[in-house]
Structures are given as C-alpha cells and as structure tokens.
C-alpha cells in the first residue's frame, strides 16, 4: 500500500485553520457552556498552531 505524499507546511497550517474553524462552528452549536467553553478553547489553540505553521511557511507559492 502506498503511502501519500508529505504534507508541505502550508498544508498543514490550511487543515489547522479548517480545524479551528470547525471546533468554533461545533461551539456555536453547543447545548452548555462548558462545551461551548472547551470548544472556543480547543479553537484558540489550534489557532495558534496554524499561525505558528504559516509564520514558519512564509509566503504561499502561486
């Protein structure tokens, strides 16, 4: 079985932004406030991983 192909690091930061996005969507949608609250948390922080990943990437190739 093959493997697929290596994520470049713009990759990854675009499947942490889609995370992040996602978890704050989940939190809109969220029946208490602490799931909301973990879920608005879990957000921030994948947040900050994209940003650390797209700080580090530098500018997207075109």
Same mark, same amino acid.
């Given at each position: 079985?093959?493997?697929?192909?290596?994520?470049?690091?713009?990759?990854?930061?675009?499947? +942490?932004?889609?995370? =992040?996005?996602?978890?704050?969507?989940? %939190?809109?949608?969220?029946?208490?406030?602490? !799931?909301?609250?973990? +879920?608005?948390?879990? =957000?921030?922080?994948?947040?900050?991983? %994209?940003?650390?990943?797209?700080?580090?990437? !530098?500018?997207?190739?075109?």
């Amino acid at each position: 079985m093959s493997r697929p192909p290596p994520l470049t690091d713009h990759d990854v930061h675009r499947h +942490l932004a889609r995370i =992040a996005n996602e978890l704050r969507q989940l %939190a809109e949608a969220s029946g208490s406030l602490v !799931g909301e609250t973990a +879920l608005r948390t879990a =957000a921030q922080t994948v947040d900050g991983m %994209a940003k650390v990943v797209r700080d580090h990437a !530098g500018p997207e190739p075109h």
